[in-house]
């Protein structure tokens, strides 16, 4: 059973445009929500993380826009750059006791961006 | 410099080995995360470590094992009745018992191939 969704599995924007990412959950015990990036061949890195008490975050180029009624959340990228084409993951966390977090991985998005 | 290393970047096995791939990080962090990775399919938890001798299954844990003799350290090996281990695998660490537990970071990733 996958508890998180993403969609699309592949994105091809132009430079300069908005890059839109989507996923949904199903569990309602979970209050954390990153994305992350990955280039090939490397670890994945923290772009940007909500929890369920607000319904947008925005950190430079890059929005989280949360719906906590419909269980989705969703990346903006705005002013899309070549250097973004990479593949984003997001992901739904909850707390799994003794102080740390278990993340459940959308599938990934691999976003091609072209000059 | 602070981070997550795993070694070796690249193995190779035969069909019928164990093999044991490292995560050593210097963040002095509690929790310790394996993650496999295969094209198409995100992430998926292999086993997690909260404190120092103590782990827990995850979500694939079945052909695997793993050992938290020392806080830094938290190495993984694949048993040979792990039937497609082909694949990148993550470590993962994180605080605990703080606010910020829920932000994992992720070593650079081991590529382990079955010949």
């Known amino acids: 059973q996958q508890q998180v969704k993403q969609s699309p599995q592949s994105l091809i924007v132009q430079k300069g445009g908005i890059s839109i990412i989507n996923c949904a959950y199903e569990?309602?015990?979970?209050?954390?929500f990153p994305w992350y990036q990955q280039f090939p061949g490397k670890g994945p890195a923290l772009l940007i993380a909500?929890?369920?008490?607000?319904s947008e975050k925005k950190e430079g180029r890059f929005t989280i826009s949360f719906n906590k009624s419909a269980k989705q959340f969703s990346l903006h990228i705005m002013d899309s750059q070549p250097g973004d084409s990479a593949t984003y993951f997001c992901?739904?966390?909850?707390?799994?006791?003794?102080?740390?977090?278990?993340?459940?991985f959308g599938k990934g998005t691999k976003l091609s961006v072209i000059p | 410099d602070g981070g997550i290393t795993q070694s070796p970047k690249y193995l190779f096995r035969k069909e019928g080995q164990n093999v044991t791939l490292s995560c050593e990080q210097n963040?002095?962090?509690?929790?310790m995360y394996w993650y496999r990775q295969d094209p198409g399919q995100g992430l998926r938890l292999i086993y997690y470590?909260?404190?120092?001798?103590?782990?827990q299954k995850g979500d694939i844990a079945e052909g695997y094992s793993v050992s938290r003799e020392k806080k830094e350290s938290f190495p993984l090996t694949v048993t040979s009745a792990q039937k497609n281990p082909t694949a990148f695998y993550l470590c993962?660490?994180?605080?605990?018992?703080?606010?910020?537990?829920?932000?994992?970071?992720f070593g650079p990733g081991t590529r382990l191939t079955v010949l």
């Open positions: 470590s909260q404190i120092v001798n103590d782990f």
């Open positions: 909500i929890r369920p008490d607000v």
């Open positions: 992901a739904a966390g909850s707390y799994s006791g003794a102080g740390s977090y278990q993340l459940t």
């Open positions: 963040l002095n962090h509690d929790a």
């Open positions: 569990n309602t015990a979970f209050d954390y």
């Open positions: 993962a660490s994180s605080v605990a018992g703080t606010v910020h537990a829920d932000t994992q970071y």
